[in-house]
């Protein structure tokens, strides 16, 4: 299967319209190495044909011009077969409202993620006036396959992030990750972009996969407080932090999987910036920072 990051960056992009962190300076200035990002979401295929995204960003519009793969060839054909949901976050589901000219979509979320953005926020019921929308419930533990030779099985990621436009929703499958598996190449990956600790039943699901792209959010848990831009740590935002004992590096390095690859940064993480110590250090312990366009074979 092919993995094609479309955009690695957190919520805000790379830079943020409302930010001047040092990131966002040196990115619009040039004054550091560093690249610009747009808002997190990925392709997958194992045909190269027929494309299921992960998420949809407020930036899929350029993210599908940007990509040749997602472009229509001819009519109103698109490549795309569906979309995948981790969670009801605005920065994964702003981009399904820009799909409204589709005929209709295919749209793959738990039913917390399905009742927030319908009868919660109404983003769904926004997009349902212009396109038809299929819902397929993500089941956690239960596998369903995707195309043929393709399969994802989600899996829970406990969080205790306040969420928002909740309705009667069990805190259960809140917040997934999937795991993907090519049929016939064996190869297994992991999209994990929201994760607020590294639980055991997390954990078991990283074991023995082949690439694992992860939660890069924050490298300190209190680096927002730490540069006077929000009252929250990292973890409260659900997302574990890189650095420190119990941050993810630390508890990621180890693991003997061949390609792991932070993505979901937001832009005041040091990582972000090619030429930081941060950056090495991440690099020293055998860990990647996607950048968009990434692609990985599996
Ligand atoms: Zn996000
Ligand atoms: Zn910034």
Same mark, same amino acid.
Not at 264 to 275: F, G, R, S, V, W
């Given at each position: 299967m092919w993995l094609r990051v479309l955009g690695s960056a957190a919520? /805000?992009?790379? $830079?943020?319209?409302?930010c001047g962190c040092p990131g966002c300076r040196a990115v619009r200035d040039?004054?550091?190495p560093c690249q610009p990002r747009t808002q997190s979401s990925i392709a997958v295929s194992v045909d190269y044909q027929r494309w299921f995204l992960f998420n949809a960003s407020p930036d899929l519009r350029a993210q599908i011009e940007s990509f !040749? @793969?997602?472009?229509? @060839?001819? %009519?109103? @054909?698109? $490549? &795309?077969a569906a979309v995948l949901l981790t969670d009801a976050e605005l920065d994964h589901t702003m981009g399904l409202l820009l +799909?409204?000219? /589709?005929?209709?979509l295919e749209l793959h979320a738990t039913v917390p993620a399905y009742q927030t953005l319908r009868d919660g926020n109404g983003l769904l019921r926004t997009l349902e006036a212009y396109c038809p929308v299929k819902w397929r419930t993500v089941q956690p533990g239960v596998p369903v396959e995707?195309?043929?030779?393709l399969t994802y099985q989600a899996f829970d990621v406990p969080t205790s992030k306040r969420a928002?436009? =909740? =309705? %009667?929703?069990? !805190?259960?499958?809140r917040v997934v990750g999937y795991r993907l598996t090519d049929?016939?190449?064996?190869g297994t990956a992991v999209y994990l972009p929201g994760v607020q600790d590294l639980t055991p039943s997390v954990l078991a699901q990283l074991?023995?996969?082949?690439?694992l792209l992860v939660?890069?959010?924050?490298?300190?848990?209190d680096e927002l407080i730490e540069l006077g831009l @929000? %009252?929250?740590t990292s973890r409260e935002m659900g997302h574990m932090p890189?650095? %420190? !004992?119990?941050g993810s590096l630390a508890r990621l390095a180890? +693991?003997?999987?061949a390609r792991k690859i932070y993505l979901? &940064?937001? #832009?005041? #993480? $040091?990582?972000?910036?090619?030429?930081a110590p941060e950056r090495r250090l991440v690099e020293e312990r055998g860990m990647e920072v996607a950048m968009d366009g990434l692609e990985v074979r599996v």
């Open positions: 919520g /805000g992009g790379f $830079p943020q319209w409302n040039g004054s550091r !040749p @793969a997602l472009r229509t @060839a001819h %009519g109103r @054909a698109t $490549p &795309m +799909l409204r000219e /589709g005929r209709e995707l195309a043929e030779g928002r436009f =909740v =309705v %009667g929703a069990a !805190p259960e499958g049929e016939h190449s064996g074991n023995d996969c082949d690439c939660d890069g959010t924050c490298w300190r848990d @929000a %009252g929250k890189i650095d %420190g !004992p119990d180890g +693991l003997p999987i979901h &940064m937001n #832009n005041t #993480n $040091p990582i972000l910036l090619d030429d």
